[in-house]
Every structure is written in structure tokens, then in C-alpha cells.
């Protein structure tokens, strides 16, 4: 099975001066026999980018927000994923949809509260998190 993991990350949150504290998203595709041995491979590569770039620097927490599973990808025409739209200014919530289609659109609503994000309504699921004083991670 082909996995996409659509992430979202807050990075160098000990910083005290805002313009150096970071948040973003990323996205990680892995051909994998299982939802398990999915999110365990996309483990070991957030920890593997956290060791060997400044990706994911000092206090860092990583959020999956969704997980994509295709058993096959067409040669047809493109999938479209993660479609992102954005009101006003970056502190504004926005409209993210991973994979939207003529069935649905899988929108949903992220909103940033206290560098934890608010998906549909729900607060996010931690999945990693790093302290500026580790090497490793922390697993939720």
C-alpha cells in the first residue's frame, strides 16, 4: 500500500523572539504493507531529518493530521493532494483538503491554539515531539 502522512509542525518554540519560532506542514509518502509499519517508517525519517538537517530544530512537535492509504495510483490523471487555503493573514485559520475529488472535497478546518493545532474543531493528535535538550524523540 502507498501511505501519505500530511503533517503539522511547530519548531524552535523555545526561541523567545516570535520571528524565530517556526510552524509549518510537510508531507511523507512511503510504500508500506501497513498503516503500522507506515507511521513507523515515518518515524525513523522525522528522526533521521532531525539529526541530519535543522528541519525540525530545538523544541519541535509534529503532528499527523491525516493519513492517506491507495492501494494503486492511476496513470490516468493526477491525484490531487493537499490543497491548502489560506484567509487573511498567517495567524488566521485556514481550509486544507489532502485529497478532494468529485465524492468529497475532505476539507477540513486547522486552526493554531497555544502552538497546538485544532483540526475540525478537535485538538491534533501529538505523534512527535523533540525537547532542545534530546537527541530522541518522544512518541505519543
Request: aromatic share 10%; hydrophobic share 35%.
Amino acid at each position: 500500500m502507498i501511505y501519505i502522512g500530511n503533517f503539522l509542525h511547530t519548531t524552535n518554540q523555545q526561541e523567545a523572539s516570535e520571528a524565530d519560532r517556526r510552524h509549518g506542514e510537510f508531507n511523507l509518502l512511503v510504500d508500506a504493507e501497513s498503516r503500522d509499519g507506515a507511521l513507523q517508517l515515518f518515524r525513523e525519517r522525522i528522526q533521521q531529518f532531525r539529526s541530519t538537517t535543522d528541519l525540525f530544530e530545538g523544541e519541535c512537535r509534529i503532528f499527523l493530521s491525516r493519513l492517506l492509504e491507495f492501494d494503486t495510483i492511476s496513470s490516468e490523471h493526477a491525484i490531487l493532494t493537499n490543497y491548502k487555503s489560506v484567509a487573511g493573514d498567517p495567524i488566521m485559520p485556514y481550509i486544507g483538503c489532502s485529497h478532494p475529488s468529485e465524492e468529497t472535497d475532505g476539507c477540513r478546518i486547522i486552526d493554531w491554539n497555544d502552538n497546538t493545532p485544532e483540526i475540525d474543531g478537535k485538538e491534533g493528535r501529538l505523534f512527535m515531539a523533540f525537547d532542545v535538550r534530546q537527541q530522541g524523540a518522544c512518541h505519543e
